[in-house]
Antibody, heavy 124, light 107 residues
Framework: QVQLQESGPGLVKPSQTLSLTCTVS??????????WSWIRQYPGKGLEWIGN???????SYNPSLKSRITILVHTSKSQFSLEVNSVTDADTAVYYC????????????????WGQGTMVTVSS | EIVLTQSPATLSLSPGERATLSCRAS??????LAWYQQKPGQTPRLLIY???NRATGIPARFNGSGSGTDFTLTISSLEPEDFAVYYC?????????FGQGTKLEIK
């Protein structure tokens, strides 16, 4: 079965770039009908969708974050990545990678598989 | 951006009771609405997709309904393991948003 695992620094200094990678195992990142997503959760609070990427490189971003984020896919490594520029303490959160289904042959328009999440703290 | 508003923020009930959670969208999302359960320290778990379809392995006591802007998650008879935070999520124009969550707590 498909599993996702986030990796990256747990501490980032203000104004620097947050970089995370999600490794997909147990299945192909190039499977049609699935997008690969980043979602974050502020401590003790709700969920915020960051963006999605298809294996072709096509992306969709949260408009409120679009100017600061880049999501890339690295199919040969079965990975996709997130960069958030110019971070502030408001970017402190648990970051999840997740699989998003876009077809009727799976859980249409829902996030069906999630990584365990990685806590990123922005602090000097 | 489509805003999802969940109510109530907190719901206090006892095991065996029926729980009714609401999610309202600021504009129509058709049936593209999902529900998740999150327990402390755990990852969100998909319960319902396409407004009313249960994901694999989800007990029959969980039921989703609604379309357009008004959606409901009903848990017919609460089990002790059902006390958690529940989120709704919509997908429109290839962008997704989540509701702020409803905390279901033991009374």
């Amino acid at each position: 079965q498909v599993q996702l695992q986030e990796s990256g620094p747990g501490l980032v200094k203000p104004s620097q770039t947050l970089s995370l990678t999600c490794t997909v195992s147990g299945g192909s990142i190039s499977s049609g009908g699935y997008y690969w997503s980043w979602i974050r959760q502020y401590p003790g609070k709700g969920l915020e969708w960051i963006g999605n990427i298809y294996y072709t490189g096509s992306t969709s971003y949260n408009p409120s974050l679009k100017s600061r984020i880049t999501i890339l896919v690295h199919t040969s490594k079965s990975q996709f990545s997130l960069e958030v520029n110019s971070v502030t303490d408001a970017d402190t959160a648990v970051y999840y990678c997740a699989r998003f289904c876009s077809s009727a042959s799976c859980y249409r328009f829902a996030f069906d598989i999630w990584g365990q999440g990685t806590m990123v703290t922005v602090s000097s | 951006e489509i805003v999802l508003t969940q109510s109530p923020a907190t719901l206090s009930l006892s095991p065996g009771e029926r729980a009714t959670l609401s999610c309202r969208a600021s504009q129509s999302v058709s049936s593209y609405l999902a529900w998740y359960q999150q327990k402390p320290g755990q990852t969100p778990r998909l319960l319902i997709y396409d407004a009313s379809n249960r994901a694999t392995g989800i007990p029959a006591r969980f039921n989703g309904s609604g379309s357009g802007t008004d959606f409901t998650l009903t848990i017919s008879s609460l089990e002790p393991e059902d006390f958690a935070v529940y989120y709704c999520q919509q997908s429109s124009n290839w962008r997704q948003t989540f509701g702020q969550g409803t905390k279901l707590e033991i009374k």
